[in-house]
Structures are given as structure tokens and as C-alpha cells.
């Protein structure tokens, strides 16, 4: 320890004295060495909650946006609608007309579809057939076309937090024309890897998302 720190043993001696008295270190009485107490539980806990996954999310969105140049939402639920909270535009002159703070339903486009699919307490609000709620599950996306306005087509992956609970839905959105392989593949991916990359930021790890895959 003194030799990666670069400290004297004295001064390490102290510190970690001190770091078990407050519980961020714990002893072992059998072999004197040393592993992380109880006390970084609370620690870790509280970064967690501290972690702002929109501000996590926005970069990821950037670069999607720009990659395809369609436009990208991030939402949250609130009661029976999902909800925009995060939106960036595409600079295509026809695109979805969307704000900050609409609400939208659950029952209609791909982003609804995520909400339900990974969230059983929200089904009371519609009735998807199971078979497509276990596809998305395993696949860990959703599209939908024509489902909320007839011209409007969206791809829509979910973002899990630390407990491996869906927290927020991102998705891209515009024509249906413009969906369609092999551009539509390329959606799929992008929001996928940017999916997983988000969700392991805000603590969920590569292996409980797989966990996610098999359950569904």
C-alpha cells in the first residue's frame, strides 16, 4: 500500500487506523489484512442516488443525433404517459415536431412498449400482447411504425439503473420512410451499444444486463 500511494508507513498506518474507526475499512483478526467496511455501502449508495442519468444520457444522444441525424428523446414515466424530459433535434426539414415535457401514451410507439415491457406495475395502464413484451425483453429494444401518428415510425431501448430497473426510455424518432433497412439496422445498433454503455455508467453491469436478456 505505502508503495502505491507514496506515502511513509507511518502516514498510511494513521490513515487507515483512522479510515477503520469510522468504518470505510475492516480487519480481519485472522490475517491482519484489510477489506472495505460497512461504511462505504452508505457512501456508495449515496453516489449512486447522486448520479444524474439525463446528464449521463446527453452526450450518448449527441452522438446519435449526429450519427444518423434523426431526433432523440429520453423519457421517464408519470402515472399512465411516458414523458419527454431530454430532446434533441434533427436538422431534417421533415421531422417529428416534439417538446420538452410532453406527455404521450404508453400503449403507442416504441417507447411506450420498453416502459411496459420492463415494468409489470404500469401494465395496469394498457394491454400489449405478452408475446411481443417477452420479444422485447430479450431483444432489448422495440419499433414501432405508424402506431402514434401514421407517417412516424421510432426505435426505443431502455436505460437500467444500479438495481437493474429500467428508469428512462431512449429513442429516435422521425419518418417511416426513412426507417426502413438498412438504415434501420444501424438505429437498432447504435441505440443498443449506447443503451448498454449508459446503463453500465449508472452501475448496471454487463452481466446483469445479459441476466435481463435470458429472463425475458
Request: charged share 25%.
Amino acid at each position: 500500500i505505502c508503495k502505491s500511494v507514496g506515502l511513509s508507513k507511518s502516514t498510511v498506518h494513521r490513515t487507515m487506523a483512522t479510515m477503520e474507526k469510522r468504518g470505510y475499512l475492516s480487519q480481519s483478526l485472522e490475517n491482519g489484512k484489510y477489506r472495505l467496511g460497512v461504511k462505504t455501502l452508505s457512501a456508495g449508495k449515496a453516489f449512486l442516488a447522486g448520479l444524474d442519468f439525463r446528464a449521463l444520457a446527453l452526450p450518448y444522444m449527441r452522438t446519435i443525433r449526429d450519427t444518423i441525424n434523426e431526433s432523440v428523446n429520453l423519457y421517464v414515466t408519470n402515472g399512465s404517459k411516458r414523458v419527454v424530459i431530454e430532446r434533441l433535434e434533427s436538422d431534417e426539414p421533415l421531422r417529428r415536431v416534439l417538446k420538452i415535457g410532453d406527455e404521450l401514451p404508453l400503449d403507442r410507439g416504441a417507447a411506450g412498449k420498453v416502459f411496459l415491457a420492463f415494468s409489470p406495475n404500469l401494465q395496469e395502464f394498457a394491454q400489449i400482447d405478452p408475446a411481443i413484451m417477452a420479444e422485447i425483453r430479450r431483444q432489448h429494444y422495440a419499433v414501432s411504425h405508424g402506431e402514434r401518428e401514421s407517417d412516424a415510425a421510432s426505435v426505443a431501448v431502455p436505460l437500467f439503473d444500479h438495481q437493474a430497473k429500467i428508469i428512462a426510455v431512449l429513442a429516435v424518432s422521425g419518418p417511416t420512410i426513412r426507417f426502413k433497412e438498412p438504415q434501420l439496422s444501424s438505429y437498432i445498433s447504435i441505440l443498443r451499444e449506447s443503451s448498454e454503455a449508459i446503463s453500465n455508467a449508472l452501475g448496471c453491469s454487463p452481466a446483469r444486463l445479459n441476466a435481463l436478456r435470458v429472463a425475458g
